[in-house]
């Protein structure tokens, strides 16, 4: 029995995401979103764990990230919330969650009508999220687990980007792929609360929410968050 690794002890590779996250985040419904549930992580939960004592320290890791997908971030927060108010804005389109998380948006996609919902996610226990909280909320979302940003777009009609701009280094790699899309003829849509790395000038607002942010502690707390088109570079 000594040999056995404890619970606190057990490595984060050897455990199962899609286990871990069941038995211990709690499934609720997302503030500003009361009709999508996520699974969400508490106090206990014990969610470094999952993640190991160092994984968000080391960025550059493929499978060592902060647990990023476990929230609601502002401009997922957004989009999800504008889809569900403007649901002719994906209903019948093919539509592409990029940087998916915990899946909100591609979920809120596919329960306004879109005909088909890809997400993509590099994390591997923000697959395993995607995967539970679609069959959470009753939608089929496909799931792709690699970064599509240094190829061609998939084939969709549609991309919801949120808070795909929290950094300039993944700011510099974006907005090449998102260029792409537009040469494509893919509509590009964009959440953001408004960070320093949004290029500002190739966005046009269509709408303005007052939603939470990641690391928001207070239940009220909420700002203003925009949801954007992306627009091609003026030559």
């Keep these: ?47 470094r764990r999952l993640v190991g004592p160092h994984d968000d320290l080391d960025e550059d890791a493929p ?22 108010n403007h649901p002719q804005s994906v209903a019948g389109h093919r539509v592409l969650d990029l940087g998916a998380g915990s899946g909100l948006v591609g979920i809120a996609a596919a329960k306004a009508g879109a005909s088909a919902v890809i997400a993509t996610e590099i994390d591997r226990n923000g697959v395993a999220a995607i995967g539970l909280n679609a069959a959470a909320n009753g939608v089929e979302i496909t799931i792709v687990d690699n970064d599509i940003t240094r190829g061609p777009p998939p084939t969709v009609d549609l991309v919801l980007a949120g808070d795909v701009f929290y950094g300039r280094e993944v700011a510099l790699r974006v907005t090449p792929f998102l260029d792409r899309c537009l040469e ?52």
Aim: glycine content about 8%.
């Design 184 to 235: 494509a003829g893919i509509n590009v849509l964009v959440g953001d609360p408004r960070r320093i790395d949004l290029p500002r000038h190739r966005l046009r607002l269509l709408a303005e929410y007052q939603v939470p942010d990641f690391g928001d502690a207070r239940a009220t707390a909420a700002k203003p968050s925009g949801v954007f088109s992306f627009e091609a570079e003026c030559r």
């Design 1 to 47: 029995m000594g040999d056995e690794p404890s619970e606190e002890t057990t490595p984060a590779s050897t455990l199962d995401p899609a286990e871990f996250i069941k038995a211990n985040l709690r499934l609720a419904p997302v503030r500003a979103l009361p009709e999508i549930r996520l699974y969400t992580p508490h106090p206990g939960s014990g969610l």
């Design 63 to 84: 499978e060592s990230q902060a647990p990023y997908w476990a929230y609601a971030w502002a401009g997922g927060t957004v989009l999800a919330r504008h889809i569900l």
